[in-house]
């Protein structure tokens, strides 16, 4: 298991909290720029010192050890891999500076060749590779001495849409079969909620929220992490009341709306997405958002099932 309890200041900001990541779990560290999730990372791998506090795997304090005794494996977001090494080369650089014999090192740079669909490509140099490559070269680069430990940031972000969406469930599979224990780091949601066990959401370096993706986007535990998370439905006390709840801050989540039923309402918006249309429906003086199939056009009165009780109570 990995353990934090870690304390780093700078001038305007202050990252303090405690965490712990079991053995083989991949746990996803969301939040917005600025709030601690690189620096985080870079405190467990040993590139910046903690004021306080300390970092345990397995029972052992890697605190006092130098980067490359941790046993600890980094992808970093602009990959940098070495570009006057050949992709074969590159994946066993790690190999090499780790003294491990030369049959077991082929051994291994293979295995990662034919697992990340790289074979092809083992003579050459970076700079002939496209983007998605490059990311498998340097994953497979950062899993070749088998690390206890893999830190992941933003593994993705330098890669344009289509290719996140083709690489995502790639790293989503890889990450299963090694079976390491992985702290990643993004902004994006669908990532995080896609590649891990379980999510821990940092604002200005302070831990809100920790649990399963499910868990954390079903159940906020306040407005600003439901807002965060893409939450649209946020209702006030006074639109609460209105709607016959408590006069209290509410999330009334997706699956608590649906077209059809006893509520009267009048569609102030219809946001066209391509394979699903998006409804801003105006309901007791409330505006209430909802995702269909097919919609009504502007301005139509509808019908509305409102399952009030699936609202979450949400802290201010």
């Known amino acids: 298991m990995l353990e934090l309890s870690l304390e780093k200041a700078f001038p305007g900001f202050r990252l303090a909290l405690e965490l712990g990541v079991a053995e083989g779990e991949v746990l996803a560290l969301l939040g917005p720029s600025g709030s601690g999730k690189s620096t985080l990372?870079?405190?467990?791998?040993?590139?910046?010192?903690?004021?306080?506090?300390?970092?345990?795997?397995?029972?052992?304090?890697?605190?006092?050890?130098?980067?490359?005794?941790?046993?600890?494996?980094?992808?970093?977001?602009?990959?940098?891999?070495?570009?006057?090494?050949?992709?074969?080369?590159?994946?066993?650089?790690?190999?090499?500076?780790?003294?491990?014999?030369?049959?077991?090192?082929?051994?291994?740079?293979?295995?990662?060749?034919?697992?990340?669909?790289?074979?092809?490509?083992?003579?050459?140099?970076?700079?002939?590779?496209?983007?998605?490559?490059?990311?498998?070269?340097?994953?497979?680069r950062a899993l070749a001495p088998r690390p206890r430990l893999l830190l992941l940031d933003e593994p993705l972000g330098a890669l344009d849409l289509r290719l996140r969406e083709e690489l995502l469930f790639f790293l989503r599979r890889t990450l299963r079969e090694e079976g390491v224990t992985t702290l990643l780091v993004t902004h994006d949601q669908g990532e995080a909620f896609l590649l891990a066990h379980r999510v821990a959401l940092l604002r200005e370096g302070r831990l809100v929220q920790v649990g399963t993706p499910e868990e954390v986007y079903a159940r906020p535990k306040d407005a600003w992490t439901a807002r965060f998370l893409g939450h649209k439905n946020l209702l006030s006390p006074g639109e609460s009341a209105r709607l016959g709840l408590p006069p209290h801050l509410h999330l009334l989540p997706p699956k608590a709306m649906a077209l059809g039923g006893p509520w009267?309402?009048?569609?102030?918006?219809?946001?066209?997405?391509?394979?699903?249309?998006?409804?801003?429906?105006?309901?007791?003086?409330?505006?209430?958002?909802?995702?269909?199939?097919?919609?009504?056009?502007?301005?139509?009165?509808?019908?509305?099932?409102?399952?009030?009780?699936?609202?979450?109570?949400?802290?201010?």
């Open 264 to 316: 009267r309402g009048v569609v102030e918006e219809r946001l066209f997405f391509g394979g699903r249309v998006g409804l801003w429906v105006r309901v007791q003086g409330v505006r209430l958002y909802l995702e269909v199939q097919e919609g009504p056009p502007e301005g139509a009165e509808v019908g509305l099932h409102l399952d009030l009780a699936q609202a979450v109570t949400l802290e201010g």
């Open 41 to 140: 990372l870079k405190l467990v791998a040993g590139l910046l010192a903690p004021d306080r506090g300390f970092i345990r795997f397995r029972g052992e304090d890697l605190t006092p050890l130098p980067p490359e005794r941790r046993g600890v494996g980094f992808l970093f977001q602009d990959y940098a891999l070495f570009p006057h090494l050949t992709v074969a080369e590159n994946i066993a650089f790690g190999l090499v500076e780790a003294r491990w014999p030369k049959v077991a090192r082929e051994a291994r740079v293979e295995e990662l060749l034919k697992r990340m669909e790289l074979t092809p490509h083992a003579r050459k140099r970076p700079q002939e590779l496209s983007g998605g490559e490059k990311q498998r070269v340097a994953l497979a």
